[in-house]
């Protein structure tokens, strides 16, 4: 792989630690500002908002720049938003400063899906979003506990300036490795690129990519009260069990960036059916601390191998609007991780308890596998099963239909 996308994933995993860190933030922000918790919540919604309207637009407005000139305006004005944030002591700035820090990162790994695939080559797109997804899920392992600390020992202002320094290699990095192409006169017009997302394979893949992320994102948000209150670990065990999902995602961006570009069908098919077991059996057995361990690592890989490769079928199913399918993509799973846990949260306010949702995962898994059945009986996508393209050798990308 070329040493520009492991650049474009240390950027990714600033922006994923920006993207997750609040939740250690809440408390210390909150009588900084004299706000209120859900006040300070609020800015977690906006980024959310804002990276599911910004990636398909931002994307859109950047369709005429050169790739490492997009690039590098998005990962500036990144930078400067947690500048602003770090320095303001007005909460509406800093509302304001999450927005744009949202439109930034939407843009930048829209632009850089597009840009990490066509430098791998057209056999290798899996495998380039997979090291870009490492990027998020080494936030989860190290970048937001790193932001806890810091903001334990220094006030939240230094998780802020911890994200604008961690930014700033990665923009002379990508200044110096991401090679200064000329945009293509033949290039694809937006209403070209926007004719060929209009792909009904490309719409079920999205809609899965929503489906699968929204049932892992409803139990992670709700991780700490099933091991506190069901498995009865004490809460000492929490930053570990975070972790482990951390690296248990990290393992399956890898295995599952690996197997994308030759055998997408078997990673969603049997990863999909393997998955919904999983949740299904992690609901029942969450009271044994050690099967619930065991399934936080397991749910972890496989909840991400299926994801990243669905993110690299949008890519291939789309590869006449790279750019574009790169931005529906970040949208998708964006409303995923925005639904899921809204729809575990109303679980829970319903009085299931804690364990409903893991159901409530397993029931959008399920989801997922019915879409892809049902678009598969109708013909909507290839042999590959459980929503997949189907099945072919590396370097023969399924192109989109405009």
């Given at each position: 792989?070329?040493?520009?996308?492991?650049?474009?994933?240390?950027a990714v995993f600033a922006q994923g630690t920006s993207e997750f860190m609040l939740s250690g933030l809440v408390e210390d922000m909150a009588a900084d500002f004299g706000v209120s918790l859900p006040a300070v919540g609020s800015l977690t919604s906006a980024f959310a908002v804002g990276m599911i309207v910004g990636a398909p637009l931002v994307a859109m407005l950047s369709l005429r720049w050169p790739r490492r000139r997009a690039l590098l305006a998005?990962?500036?004005?990144?930078?400067?938003?947690?500048?602003?944030?770090?320095?303001?002591?007005?909460?509406?700035?800093?509302?304001?400063t999450r927005?744009?820090?949202?439109?930034?990162?939407?843009?930048?790994?829209?632009?850089?899906?597009?840009?990490?695939?066509?430098?791998?080559?057209?056999?290798?797109?899996?495998?380039?979003?997979?090291?870009?997804?490492?990027?998020v899920t080494l936030a989860c392992?190290?970048?937001?506990?790193?932001?806890?600390?810091?903001?334990?020992?220094?006030?939240?202002?230094?998780?802020?300036?911890?994200?604008?320094?961690?930014?700033?290699?990665?923009v002379v990095a990508v200044l110096r490795s991401v090679p200064a192409t000329p945009v293509d006169p033949t290039a694809p017009s937006v209403r070209h690129e926007l004719r060929a997302l209009r792909t009904p394979r490309l719409v079920i893949t999205l809609v899965l990519g929503a489906l699968v992320n929204g049932a892992t994102f409803c139990s992670f948000t709700y991780l700490t009260p099933v091991i506190t209150n069901v498995t009865n670990l004490g809460s000492g065990?929490?930053?570990?069990?975070?972790?482990?999902?951390?690296?248990?995602?990290?393992?399956?961006?890898?295995?599952?960036?690996?197997?994308?570009?030759?055998?997408?069908?078997?990673?969603?098919?049997?990863?999909?059916a393997v998955l919904l077991a999983g949740w299904l059996v992690f609901a029942l057995t969450a009271g044994n601390p050690v099967v619930a361990l065991i399934l936080v690592f397991v749910q972890g890989v496989l909840s991400f191998a299926v994801g990243s490769t669905l993110i690299a079928q949008a890519l291939y199913t789309a590869s006449n609007a790279p750019t574009l399918a790169g931005g529906f993509a970040t949208a998708a799973m964006n409303v995923g991780a925005a639904a899921g846990p809204a729809l575990g949260g109303l679980a829970l306010g319903a009085g299931h308890g804690y364990r409903s949702p893991l159901v409530v995962s397993a029931v959008l898994v399920a989801t997922a596998l019915i879409v892809a059945g049902l678009a598969r009986a109708l013909g909507v996508t290839g042999k590959g099963g459980a929503g997949a393209t189907e099945d072919r050798p590396a370097g023969r990308p399924v192109e989109a239909r405009s």
């Amino acid at each position: 792989m070329p040493f520009a996308i492991y650049v474009l994933g240390l950027a990714v995993f600033a922006q994923g630690t920006s993207e997750f860190m609040l939740s250690g933030l809440v408390e210390d922000m909150a009588a900084d500002f004299g706000v209120s918790l859900p006040a300070v919540g609020s800015l977690t919604s906006a980024f959310a908002v804002g990276m599911i309207v910004g990636a398909p637009l931002v994307a859109m407005l950047s369709l005429r720049w050169p790739r490492r000139r997009a690039l590098l305006a998005f990962l500036i004005t990144f930078l400067l938003a947690h500048v602003v944030g770090a320095l303001t002591h007005s909460f509406e700035v800093l509302f304001v400063t999450r927005v744009v820090a949202a439109l930034a990162n939407a843009g930048f790994l829209a632009v850089g899906l597009a840009t990490a695939a066509s430098m791998a080559g057209p056999q290798a797109k899996g495998r380039a979003t997979s090291i870009l997804l490492s990027g998020v899920t080494l936030a989860c392992i190290a970048g937001v506990p790193l932001g806890a600390v810091l903001s334990e020992v220094w006030g939240w202002r230094s998780a802020f300036w911890g994200v604008a320094v961690i930014s700033a290699p990665a923009v002379v990095a990508v200044l110096r490795s991401v090679p200064a192409t000329p945009v293509d006169p033949t290039a694809p017009s937006v209403r070209h690129e926007l004719r060929a997302l209009r792909t009904p394979r490309l719409v079920i893949t999205l809609v899965l990519g929503a489906l699968v992320n929204g049932a892992t994102f409803c139990s992670f948000t709700y991780l700490t009260p099933v091991i506190t209150n069901v498995t009865n670990l004490g809460s000492g065990w929490v930053p570990a069990t975070l972790a482990l999902f951390g690296i248990g995602s990290f393992v399956g961006v890898n295995v599952g960036g690996r197997l994308a570009d030759s055998r997408p069908g078997q990673v969603l098919a049997l990863g999909g059916a393997v998955l919904l077991a999983g949740w299904l059996v992690f609901a029942l057995t969450a009271g044994n601390p050690v099967v619930a361990l065991i399934l936080v690592f397991v749910q972890g890989v496989l909840s991400f191998a299926v994801g990243s490769t669905l993110i690299a079928q949008a890519l291939y199913t789309a590869s006449n609007a790279p750019t574009l399918a790169g931005g529906f993509a970040t949208a998708a799973m964006n409303v995923g991780a925005a639904a899921g846990p809204a729809l575990g949260g109303l679980a829970l306010g319903a009085g299931h308890g804690y364990r409903s949702p893991l159901v409530v995962s397993a029931v959008l898994v399920a989801t997922a596998l019915i879409v892809a059945g049902l678009a598969r009986a109708l013909g909507v996508t290839g042999k590959g099963g459980a929503g997949a393209t189907e099945d072919r050798p590396a370097g023969r990308p399924v192109e989109a239909r405009s």
